[in-house]
């Protein structure tokens, strides 16, 4: 499974977009991004996978550029209900039931 | 939207008493996931369950867990002996091999209180 590194916390105003960058120098060819967000007390929920370049769904967008060795997670206008710690994880996902590897996350805190 | 089900919300218990803890995974998932979060740290993988028999396993998942897929809905992890450092959230994960192993859903969790 392919490290990964991703800033330990961050603060954003209401409305605002928010990055977060992960990276993931080791990558393998056939690994996948994969971005988990993590509400308190409740389980991780899966919001965004990608391959390369950009992916983009009802909540977030996925940017990997050319080399995969890093991606950033994109949310629009960011609202109080989106604090919560977003987790990035990459290996590869035809593997059959592989076990997720979660790391500390980012701890993303919105203030309005 | 299907969702995963997890019983009970909370369970309360002293130290040497067995548990189980009782998820319902998304109904035409495969693969089913027993995840563990100590508060305030990781969330951490305990097992995987394929096929009626269990894919691999981390070294948490001592001889105290057992997993179990009783009737064909149902997925349930007992600890033996539970041990005060059990106290956790257990989350329960399932995935379709359709959308890849990296897609999993969880439940709500169960908060598990060794006293």
């Known amino acids: 499974l392919a490290k990964t590194t991703q800033p330990i916390s961050m603060d954003s105003y209401e409305g605002q977009e928010v990055n977060i960058t992960c990276s993931h120098n080791?990558?393998?060819?056939?690994?996948?991004i994969t971005w988990y967000q993590q509400f308190p007390s409740q389980g991780p929920r899966f919001i965004i996978q990608?391959?390369?370049t950009k992916v983009t769904n009802e909540v977030a967008s996925l940017f990997i550029p050319a080399d995969r060795k890093s991606s950033t997670l994109s949310l629009p206008r960011v609202s109080l209900s989106d604090t919560a710690v977003y987790y990035c994880?990459?290996?590869?996902?035809?593997?059959?039931?592989?076990?997720?590897?979660f790391g500390k996350g980012t701890r993303l805190s919105v203030i309005a | 939207e299907p969702e995963v089900t997890q019983t009970p919300s909370h369970q309360v218990t002293q130290m040497g008493q067995e548990v189980i803890l009782r998820c319902v995974p998304i109904?035409?998932?495969?693969?089913f996931y027993w995840y563990r979060q100590i508060l305030g740290q990781k969330v951490e993988f305990l097992v995987s369950f394929y096929n009626n028999e269990i894919s691999e396993k981390s070294e948490i998942f001592d001889d105290q867990f057992s997993v179990e897929r009783p009737d064909g809905s149902n997925f349930t992890l007992k600890i033996r002996s539970t041990k005060l450092e059990d106290s956790a959230m257990y989350f329960c994960?399932?995935?379709?091999w359709g959308r890849g192993s990296y897609e999993q859903y969880f439940g709500p969790g169960t908060r598990l209180t060794v006293t």
């Open positions: 994960a399932s995935s379709d």
């Open positions: 080791n990558i393998a060819t056939n690994d996948y």
């Open positions: 109904s035409n998932h495969l693969y």
């Open positions: 990608g391959y390369k």
């Open positions: 994880l990459v290996g590869d996902i035809n593997s059959g039931n592989t076990p997720l590897v």
